[in-house]
DNA sequence: CCAAGATAGTTGATGAATCAACTATCGTCA
DNA sequence: TGACGATAGTTGATTCATCAACTATCTTGG
């Protein structure tokens, strides 16, 4: 529900859609561009030099933040706004490259908890300077600080709205 | 080249790589989850309930603003910022759907016309108002003005460091 | 005019993401 | 205690994206 609500325009016409007008049209097609292409570029630097792709690599500094170097699944899936089969598919294949383990969470046996190996934090080392390179040129050396900062604020707005409306 | 060069650490040590302060991490971050519950929020959104998904949204919007909704598979890929490949594979699929019809170009033989159809038409109507909705409620109306304005600006230089740079 | 290279688009194989269905454990309330 | 719903995670089928290889046409320099 909710996205969902604004489809009942079957019975009496249009309804009352707000449309866009032409600044935030604008603005709107710059995020999708903008996001569009530095995924794309930020994916590619990954690729073509470092030894984890860039959902690897989140999923490693998350590990590597954590205590123990280790996560439960439900918690990095929170982490990663990722579902919970892609991130035991993607663990999955870490897991055959020997960048983390499964271990079992000592007070709950339905939990597994996932664990960074000497070898993903070698990984994580490894693929750190040309990550955080890409990152500046495409993003934060592009910007002034203010830009960058209000980027920052209105992200985190939007992963509010995001977040919150699933349900109402 | 380029993002990749930073990857010659190997002869004496972490190189030069200028890290991020905690501001620009903390932007960086903010950045990269909004963009991720924002793009699976609005993905949502389209699947249950709208007739199309996000990318055949755009694909149609593209199309419905061209002359004669009509435009080349390689300027539909540019505009998209979709490889050939998937343009290809996505307009497949959206052919067996009725959606666009692709047509030789007049001038060169080597060309396919992607052609919305009317059916194609009817479904971006259809799907409009759910999608822009989703927009506002994500996007729009949890930024002020302001915000959304230089969020529009970072965005389109965003873009600009990451289409130029893949050379150099 | 023609050879070489560039451009346009497709193809099919491989790998990754998604979805629904499933097992197992946990918590709680009667 | 034991039944029921919620939570944790996995599985396998399907769908989608990616990559390299390929055909066909166009363009340009000699």
Same mark, same amino acid.
């Given at each position: 529900?909710? !996205?969902?609500?604004?489809?009942?325009?079957?019975?009496?016409?249009? %309804?009352?859609?707000?449309?866009?007008?032409?600044?935030?049209?604008? !603005?709107?097609?710059?995020?999708?561009?903008?996001?569009?292409?530095?995924?794309?570029?930020?994916?590619? !630097?990954?690729?073509?030099?470092?030894?984890?792709?860039?959902?690897?690599?989140?999923?490693?500094?998350?590990?590597?933040?954590?205590?123990?170097? =280790?996560?439960?699944?439900?918690?990095?899936?929170?982490?990663? !706004?990722?579902?919970?089969?892609?991130?035991?598919?993607?663990?999955?294949?870490?897991?055959?490259?020997?960048?983390?383990?499964? =271990?079992?969470?000592?007070?709950?046996?339905?939990?597994?908890?996932?664990?960074?190996?000497? @070898?993903?934090?070698?990984?994580?080392?490894?693929? %750190?300077?040309?990550?955080?390179?890409?990152?500046?040129?495409?993003?934060?050396?592009?910007?002034?600080?203010?830009?960058? @900062?209000?980027?920052?604020?209105?992200?985190?707005?939007?992963?509010? %709205?995001?977040?919150?409306?699933?349900?109402?």
């Amino acid at each position: 529900m909710g !996205a969902t609500r604004a489809r009942e325009r079957d019975d009496d016409g249009r %309804a009352d859609v707000r449309w866009l007008d032409e600044k935030q049209q604008w !603005a709107w097609r710059r995020f999708l561009e903008g996001t569009s292409r530095f995924f794309e570029a930020l994916g590619d !630097a990954h690729d073509e030099g470092l030894p984890v792709t860039l959902g690897e690599y989140h999923l490693l500094v998350q590990l590597s933040e954590a205590p123990g170097r =280790t996560l439960r699944m439900s918690a990095l899936a929170d982490f990663l !706004a990722l579902s919970r089969s892609r991130l035991t598919h993607t663990v999955d294949r870490m897991e055959r490259r020997g960048l983390v383990v499964r =271990t079992p969470v000592p007070g709950d046996r339905r939990g597994v908890n996932c664990v960074m190996t000497d @070898a993903g934090f070698a990984a994580l080392v490894d693929a %750190a300077p040309g990550h955080v390179t890409a990152v500046r040129r495409l993003l934060v050396d592009a910007l002034t600080d203010e830009e960058l @900062a209000t980027l920052g604020r209105a992200m985190a707005k939007v992963a509010d %709205a995001a977040r919150g409306p699933v349900e109402s």
